[in-house]
């Protein structure tokens, strides 16, 4: 009993405070709208938070400090749940509205500050508890392995499967029994009454909340986000991460979309349609096809909209023969497909304002899309629609895609306004309205909304001419590791939901960057020369920098890649921890530090370098992951053994936690979405070489 | 010497110090003298069908040349123009066309009619203004979509060369104008009632939100409103929401509210309903008296059109609009 | 054939024309709006 004493709670902590995380982080994700940026804004103040706690829980002599932490972390963490979800209600917002970028910030930081300070406190407090001095390194490893175990948990057990509330309430229990644990006081027991309060009165109202006096008629979690769906009469939205992705049945805008894009081909045959609503397939089944590909990659949407199918006709649709129905991600069927197979290949997705939707709007995509279309097949896409001007911030977002589709296909062609559609293709393709027209009337189909005169609108050729005229200004490509349009559907995002603060961030160059780190910087490299305590601070300061601004770059460049970071990010982050704790025990006792020191500079320097060979596939992330985590946790411990004075070590885990927190915060709102995640890692790779001199200054000093 | 203004345009009534814009961005007082920023500068020129604008009881089929400049007295939530409208003068990109260069323009693509439409045309009156009189002496129409925002002194005085107007009835709640719209309701109210006294022919939109103003019963009490004080012949369009701006994320409005609302219009008594945007028997123009189909319009062409000198074609009831 | 003092006096003017050609559009009077009163 006493051995088991000795490790449970400890991991209990890790488990909790990582699911927490993860939770967390979702929460506001969905909050956010699915901007991915937040998960950066997040990570920097749990880490400070924290980072207060335990400065703050050091100080503190309370006999059942230990038992108490359990006890309020079990008490907060319902409450912070309902926090983030209160966020858009107290905003006032309309649901659909998306959050200011100021209130985006402030929000955050408002809501995590309990629960993260009193998870901070619990670390120094377990170690009192332990009561031996040299518990600190075994309680760290033990929380580090909880976290872990955490992080594998949610992902493979809780994610898809427990709602919030149940996980908040599970959570809840699990603290209270473990505070009965420590104290053996079994009367604890009775506080289960207030999670369980919160759990049974809270639980609708936390649900309906975000949505601010729109009831969802279900809400299910899925691997890719929170699916909502709202309700209006007849007709469903279906809405994922707060983000809505189409609405069913809404039968102007789905023969809109098929017929406009069908008529472009003499004979469409094979079609390959990527997301949006089941409702358009009946509509291509109207054609003399030989099949429809119907490609989603939530099999939550996939089972709920089937069963949100209200018409016959879609039901029908569904169980036609000709149509397939494929639950993968698209990029990944496309890339596997490799050859030639479609006529049609109809994009249906929303805006890419967010880096997991951006990912079908780059050129690597349209590369890729472009090898599966047949000689004359054709790639359409839905931009941003307006009416009568199209101002200069949504120029440069929809020009940007439309001029990556121009650098991967020979023909692109326009719209009018009011349609935003898109259309590429390696043929020339006729898109005078009389032949378009033509060709719809001979095909003689059956359609409620769509007629032959939309042609004239949609491609009348003052309109045309005029958006074609507005996006050729832009020059600007799209790329998976350069996400430019994903970057300008923010700034027209801000222009959107206004925020002086976004608008003055955008305007940063990369020049300002660069003056403004060498203003920091000389300063940094006269104070620290051949001062060894000095460069360990610097050293410490720029690994925990680094490590977080690392951790960001390849959630995004996950997200990017993969595009499903909500579900692996508990995975992410648990393999970085593990990463953490292997590395601090690995160098737990080295004898020259300052050289392996010097060693793991060069070693993050390297890794940063080659980064985009890791990014060639998923598993390889998880590798680099690992071993960045190696060398943080092995930096972290050895820049303590060389300092050589263990009073010092609270000092510099406060650096390595400011370091932290700017590296979390500078990258996500600065550095990753206006210079992309190769400048971040470039900026990384500086920061540290200068790390790097700065201990072989002292080499040549020491030695 | 004191070198404040007031704006008496529009019944926001800004109070300028020097070197400051109006709310609608389109005016600057400058050494306490109030500038139109926006004069002859258009940053949207089109030439559209006048049935997107939509009129239907306006010179059916024949093409409109549609101006705006940046700038709107209002902030509407859910505006679909917010990129002229809520823009500045100079973070758009502007054309040099003076007014005498409208009418030309227009008279050179062929248009019967030139409307100030896209934005909140109160925001450019001076150029609408002189523009509108150049318009009237070469027998080319003046028409505007407004919302309606405006002081009776300048809209009277505008009425003069105006033929038509379309007004957005963007609700019938001071609360939803307040809180949707950062304005009220209560001067675009009379704003209408001005224009029909002024003998502007009138045609009213309204656009239908989900959760925000499909409410059946103030549809109800809107629509006898309109019956009471405009009459039984003003036309209304109702229009279907689509997410824009600041709503992106809200459900488009479902097709079953659109056609209840036109059926809770028609039974107070007013006798052209429109729906507008969709493919539907509410596009059509029904004689009110014996019900057959005069204008034929498919989205926003017409296909047939039964009207002949103002009359019904079939029972010769005369058609309230204006149609040569 | 254009001797070189012929090119620079075309240059000179024709620099200056569009220069004040520039200044002209440049100098183009805001309207002034109608409607508006002087508070004091």
């Given at each position: 009993m006493g051995h088991l004493n000795t490790f449970i709670p400890f991991i209990v902590m890790g488990i909790t405070s990582m699911i927490l995380q993860i939770t967390v982080l979702r929460l506001l994700l969905s909050t956010f709208s699915g901007n991915e940026l937040d998960i950066g804004i997040t990570l920097s103040f749990w880490l400070i938070y924290v980072g207060l706690g335990s400065y703050v829980g050091g100080r503190i002599r309370l006999r059942h400090a230990f038992t108490l932490s359990f006890i309020v972390v079990s008490l907060l963490a319902q409450p912070t749940v309902l926090m983030i979800?209160?966020?858009?209600?107290?905003?006032?917002?309309?649901?659909?509205?998306?959050?200011?970028?100021?209130?985006?910030?402030?929000?955050?930081?408002?809501?995590?500050?309990?629960?993260?300070?009193?998870?901070?406190?619990?670390?120094?407090?377990?170690?009192?508890?332990?009561?031996?001095?040299?518990?600190?390194?075994?309680?760290?490893?033990?929380?580090?392995?909880?976290?872990?175990?955490?992080?594998?948990?949610?992902?493979?057990?809780?994610?898809?499967?427990?709602?919030?509330?149940?996980?908040?309430?599970?959570?809840?229990?699990?603290?209270?029994?473990?505070?009965?644990?420590?104290?053996?006081?079994?009367?604890?027991?009775?506080?289960?009454?207030?999670?369980?309060?919160?759990?049974i009165s809270l639980c609708k109202i936390s649900t309906s909340l975000p949505w601010h006096g729109i009831e969802p008629?279900?809400?299910?979690?899925?691997?890719?986000?929170?699916?909502?769906?709202?309700?209006?009469?007849?007709?469903?939205?279906?809405?994922?991460?707060?983000?809505?992705?189409?609405?069913?049945?809404?039968?102007?805008?789905?023969?809109?979309?098929?017929?406009?894009?069908?008529?472009?081909?003499?004979?469409?045959?094979?079609?390959?349609?990527?997301?949006?609503?089941?409702?358009?397939?009946?509509?291509?089944?109207?054609?003399p096809v030989d099949g429809i590909d119907f490609i989603e990659l939530n099999l939550k949407i996939v089972e709920l909209s089937s069963r949100l199918l209200s018409q016959q006709e879609d039901r029908d649709a569904l169980k036609d023969r000709k149509v397939r129905i494929i639950v993968e991600d698209a990029r990944r069927f496309i890339k596997r497909l490799k050859k030639p197979t479609y006529d049609l290949l109809i994009l249906n997705l929303p805006q890419p304002s967010t880096a997991s939707i951006n990912r079908f709007y780059t050129s690597d995509f349209f590369r890729e899309a472009r090898g599966i279309l047949k000689d004359n097949g054709i790639l359409t896409i839905t931009i941003s629609s307006s009416t009568g001007y199209i101002g200069r911030r949504m120029q440069t977002a929809s020009g940007s895609i439309y001029n990556s589709l121009k650098s991967v296909f020979k023909y692109v062609g326009v719209t009018a306004q009011e349609y935003g559609g898109?259309?590429?293709?390696?043929?020339?393709?006729?898109?005078?309205?009389?032949?378009?027209?033509?060709?719809?009337?001979?095909?003689?189909?059956?359609?409620?909304?769509?007629?032959?005169?939309?042609?004239?609108?949609?491609?009348?050729?003052?309109?045309?001419?005029?958006?074609?005229?507005?996006?050729?200004?832009?020059?600007?490509?799209?790329?998976?590791?350069?996400?430019?349009?994903?970057?300008?559907?923010?700034?027209?995002?801000?222009?959107?939901?206004?925020?002086?603060?976004?608008?003055?961030?955008?305007?940063?160059?990369?020049?300002?960057?660069?003056?403004?780190?060498?203003?920091?910087?000389?300063?940094?490299?006269?104070?620290?020369?051949?001062?060894?305590?000095?460069?360990?601070?610097?050293?410490?300061?720029?690994?925990?920098?680094?490590?977080?601004?690392?951790?960001?770059?390849?959630?995004?460049?996950?997200?990017?890649?993969?595009?499903?970071?909500?579900?692996?990010?508990?995975?992410?982050?648990?393999?970085?921890?593990?990463?953490?704790?292997?590395?601090?025990?690995?160098?737990?006792?080295?004898?020259?530090?300052?050289?392996?020191?010097?060693?793991?500079?060069?070693?993050?320097?390297?890794?940063?370098?080659?980064?985009?060979?890791?990014?060639?596939?998923?598993?390889?992330?998880?590798?680099?992951?690992?071993?960045?985590?190696?060398?943080?946790?092995?930096?972290?411990?050895?820049?303590?053994?060389?300092?050589?004075?263990?009073?010092?070590?609270?000092?510099?885990?406060?650096?390595?936690?400011?370091?932290?927190?700017?590296?979390?915060?500078?990258?996500?709102?600065?550095?990753?979405?206006?210079?992309?995640?190769?400048?971040t890692l470039l900026f990384i790779v500086g920061i540290k070489t200068i790390s790097a001199v700065m201990i072989v200054s002292l080499r040549a000093k020491v030695i | 010497?004191?070198?404040?203004?007031?704006?008496?345009?529009?019944?926001?009534?800004?109070?300028?110090?020097?070197?400051?814009?109006?709310?609608?961005?389109?005016?600057?007082?400058?050494?306490?003298?109030?500038?139109?920023?926006?004069?002859?500068?258009?940053?949207?020129?089109?030439?559209?069908?006048?049935?997107?604008?939509?009129?239907?009881?306006?010179?059916?089929?024949?093409?409109?040349?549609?101006?705006?400049?940046?700038?709107?007295?209002?902030?509407?939530?859910?505006?679909?123009?917010?990129?002229?409208?809520?823009?500045?003068?100079?973070?758009?990109?502007?054309?040099?066309?003076?007014?005498?260069?409208?009418?030309?323009?227009?008279?050179?693509?062929?248009?019967?009619s030139i409307t100030y439409t896209y934005t909140e045309p109160t925001v450019f009156y001076e150029y609408m203004y002189d523009t509108a009189i150049i318009a009237k002496k070469y027998k080319i129409k003046n028409t505007m979509h407004s919302c309606g925002y405006i002081k009776e002194k300048p809209l009277r005085k505008l009425s003069k060369y105006m033929d038509a107007a379309d007004i957005d009835l963007k609700a019938f709640t001071e609360d939803f104008y307040n809180r949707i719209c950062s304005g009220s309701l209560k001067p675009v109210l009379n704003s209408l009632v001005v224009l029909k006294e002024e003998g502007v022919w009138l045609e009213i939109t309204n656009l239908v939100i989900p959760t925000l103003n499909d409410d059946m019963k103030t549809v109800k009490e809107m629509c006898k409103w309109i019956l009471k004080n405009l009459g039984p012949d003003v036309p209304i369009h109702f229009s279907r929401f689509f997410p824009h701006y600041k709503l992106t994320n809200l459900p488009p409005t479902p097709l079953e509210t659109l056609t209840e609302t036109r059926k809770t219009a028609m039974d107070a008594g007013l006798k052209f309903v429109y729906i507008g945007n969709i493919r539907h028997e509410g596009e059509n123009t029904f004689c009110p008296k014996c019900k057959k189909m005069l204008i034929e319009r498919i989205g926003y062409f017409v296909k047939q059109n039964n009207i002949s000198n103002g009359k019904c074609r079939f029972c010769s009831t005369s058609i309230p609009g204006v149609w040569s | 054939m254009m001797t070189r003092r012929e090119f620079f006096r075309f240059f000179i003017i024709g620099g200056i024309l569009s220069l004040l050609g520039k200044k002209v559009n440049a100098g183009q009077k805001p309207k002034e709006a109608m409607f508006w009163r002087r508070i004091d």
């Open positions: 979800k209160a966020i858009r209600p107290a905003l006032s917002l309309y649901p659909g509205e998306a959050v200011s970028f100021t209130y985006t910030i402030l929000s955050t930081a408002i809501s995590l500050s309990p629960l993260c300070f009193v998870i901070g406190l619990q670390f120094p407090l377990a170690v009192s508890y332990a009561g031996t001095r040299d518990a600190a390194g075994r309680i760290y490893s033990l929380e580090a392995l909880g976290a872990f175990i955490g992080g594998v948990l949610f992902t493979f057990v809780i994610s898809g499967r427990l709602g919030v509330m149940e996980l908040c309430f599970s959570l809840a229990l699990i603290n209270i029994f473990m505070a009965v644990y420590i104290s053996r006081k079994k009367i604890i027991t009775l506080l289960i009454i207030i999670p369980l309060f919160f759990y008629s279900q809400t299910v979690e899925s691997r890719y986000g929170e699916i909502t769906v709202i309700q209006v009469r007849e007709q469903s939205s279906i809405y994922v991460n707060g983000q809505l992705f189409f609405t069913y049945p809404d039968i102007p805008s789905e023969e809109l979309k098929a017929h406009l894009s069908m008529a472009f081909h003499p004979s469409p045959s094979k079609i390959l349609v990527i997301g949006g609503s089941p409702g358009s397939l009946k509509e291509f089944l109207k054609y898109l259309f590429a293709s390696d043929t020339p393709m006729n898109t005078d309205p009389e032949t378009l027209e033509d060709r719809f009337v001979q095909r003689a189909l059956k359609t409620r909304y769509f007629n032959q005169y939309i042609f004239r609108d949609a491609f009348s050729p003052l309109d045309v001419d005029y958006v074609r005229k507005r996006l050729s200004d832009i020059k600007i490509i799209n790329t998976d590791l350069q996400p430019s349009a994903y970057l300008y559907n923010l700034m027209l995002w801000a222009e959107v939901h206004g925020g002086k603060a976004l608008h003055c961030l955008l305007g940063i160059r990369g020049w300002h960057i660069i003056s403004l780190s060498g203003v920091i910087i000389i300063p940094v490299l006269f104070l620290t020369f051949r001062r060894k305590r000095r460069v360990i601070y610097l050293s410490i300061f720029t690994t925990g920098f680094s490590s977080m601004a690392f951790m960001l770059a390849i959630i995004l460049a996950y997200q990017a890649l993969y595009g499903y970071v909500y579900e692996m990010i508990g995975m992410l982050s648990a393999i970085f921890m593990i990463g953490l704790w292997a590395g601090a025990s690995l160098c737990r006792n080295i004898k020259n530090a300052l050289r392996l020191l010097f060693y793991l500079e060069l070693m993050t320097i390297t890794l940063a370098f080659t980064s985009t060979i890791f990014f060639k596939s998923e598993f390889l992330f998880y590798v680099f992951n690992l071993l960045f985590g190696t060398i943080a946790g092995g930096q972290f411990s050895t820049a303590n053994l060389s300092m050589g004075e263990p009073e010092m070590a609270g000092r510099l885990y406060g650096l390595d936690l400011i370091g932290s927190f700017l590296g979390a915060f500078i990258p996500s709102i600065i550095l990753i979405p206006l210079f992309g995640i190769s400048h | 010497m004191a070198k404040t203004v007031q704006c008496e345009l529009c019944p926001n009534a800004c109070v300028l110090e020097n070197g400051q814009h109006s709310r609608c961005r389109a005016r600057m007082n400058k050494d306490g003298v109030l500038y139109s920023l926006v004069y002859g500068k258009p940053c949207a020129v089109h030439v559209d069908p006048i049935e997107k604008k939509p009129f239907f009881h306006f010179l059916p089929g024949t093409t409109a040349f549609s101006i705006a400049t940046a700038g709107c007295v209002l902030s509407c939530k859910f505006c679909q123009n917010w990129q002229i409208s809520q823009a500045r003068p100079e973070d758009t990109d502007n054309y040099d066309l003076p007014p005498d260069n409208v009418v030309r323009q227009a008279i050179f693509y062929d248009c019967r | -």
